[in-house]
């Protein structure tokens, strides 16, 4: 494992051993039903704010997932051992990698507690700390809870055996009576492989994490995308409805001049079969007339004389009368129907198809691959 890459193991070993209330290393880590780890300080602190009776449910800090104190006591919470475990290793880790960074400099104690810093050597640190290292106050807590372990309720001895067949501690005793014929070991050497473990899953952890970035980022990158296509299509909407407007606007001015054509030619035969009535009834009235002035004012000779004439012209215009044009109009709209158009087609301007695919992580990877 490269330099950079040790560093980064550390980093996320020391995001995971911190206390998310006090931002310390977990000093005796306590584990809550919620799976949720805190120091047992913080959580008699947080007790006391919550200022409720230890027999009523509390909250965890960070998710609200209430819980009972057993016996009414923080110190009945069970302990963490695997963080416990694992805070000893990240201060190793961390020691060995600050040793790994120091060089032999050849200066005087005082110049190089001054200058080299964590570059220092080794023995120039012992030097300026006044002996060999030594451990902060919250290591010697965490040593202290490692140490002090829990004894078994029911033979009072240490619990010292974890049996892997339960998946719980034991003492020695209860490995002999109830889990006989059990896989048990050390509860040291059971926490050294479960440390490989978990340091495997921190690996898988930031590997995920790596990925994860990445989805986010092409997500919004997908976003964006799909920002514009929206912004796009909605001017495509917006286009079209204008050029069906126009479209009808058109229309519309294409059928008012029809119209107009048509109301032009049919007033004109109007006229003109009123003219020809007026004419027709001219006709009749002058004859009619002529022939009441001949009754009145003519000789029986004239009488004989126009008769015959008369007779005939009358029976001109009578046969005009049935010849007579009478005027009618008979003009009709037929309008389009929209029910017809709209079952092919929901709407005159056009409708949206929109897919939105949603994947996996595992196939953007393959298809990033491909």
Excluded: W
């Excluded at 494992?1 to 995001?15: G, Y």
């Excluded at 509390?58 to 695997?82: I, T, Y």
């Excluded at 067949?165 to 006989?180: A, E, N, S, W, Y």
């Excluded at 002035?293 to 004389?305: A, I, Y």
Aim: net charge negative; charged share 30%.
């Amino acid at each position: 494992m490269t330099s950079s890459e040790n560093n980064d193991v550390i980093n996320d070993l020391n995001d995971i051993t911190q206390c998310s209330v006090c931002l310390r290393t977990f000093v005796d880590p306590r584990i809550l039903p919620c799976i949720h780890t805190f120091c047992l300080k913080c959580l008699r602190q947080m007790g006391v704010k919550q200022d409720e009776s230890l027999s009523h449910p509390l909250s965890c800090p960070l998710c609200r997932q209430p819980f009972s104190l057993p016996e009414n006591s923080f110190d009945a919470l069970n302990k963490n051992f695997f963080m416990t475990k694992l805070i000893q290793t990240t201060k190793k880790l961390n020691l060995k990698e600050k040793n790994a960074k120091r060089v032999e400099c050849g200066i005087s104690t005082a110049c190089c507690s001054s200058h080299c810093q964590d570059i220092s050597c080794l023995k120039c640190s012992q030097q300026a700390s006044g002996g060999g290292e030594e451990e902060d106050e919250d290591d010697n807590e965490v040593s202290k809870s490692s140490q002090s372990g829990i004894d078994c309720k029911q033979h009072s001895a240490k619990l010292d055996v974890y049996c892997h067949d339960c998946q719980c501690l034991i003492c020695l005793k209860c490995l002999i009576d109830g889990h006989k014929g059990h896989r048990g070991e050390t509860v040291a050497d059971a926490a050294n492989g479960f440390s490989r473990e978990i340091e495997s899953n921190i690996a898988r952890l930031s590997t995920l994490r790596f990925l994860s970035c990445d989805l986010t980022r092409h997500s919004e990158t997908q976003k964006q995308k799909m920002v514009t296509e929206l912004k796009n299509t909605k001017m495509e909407i917006k286009k079209k409805s204008e050029e069906v407007k126009d479209l009808i606007d058109r229309h519309l001015q294409s059928l008012l001049e029809d119209f107009s054509t048509v109301e032009r030619e049919k007033l004109k035969e109007a006229d003109i079969v009123k003219l020809e009535t007026e004419r027709y009834e001219t006709m009749l009235s002058g004859l009619e007339g002529y022939c009441k002035e001949v009754l009145s004012k003519g000789s029986p000779t004239d009488v004989c004389q126009l008769k015959n004439g008369l007779n005939q012209r009358t029976k001109e215009l009578e046969r005009l009368f049935y010849k007579t044009e009478i005027f009618s109009l008979k003009l009709s709209f037929k309008a389009t129907k929209y029910e017809e158009i709209l079952q092919k087609q929901r709407n005159l301007i056009g409708e949206i198809d929109g897919i939105c695919f949603i994947s996996t992580l595992s196939t953007h990877l393959l298809q990033t691959i491909v």
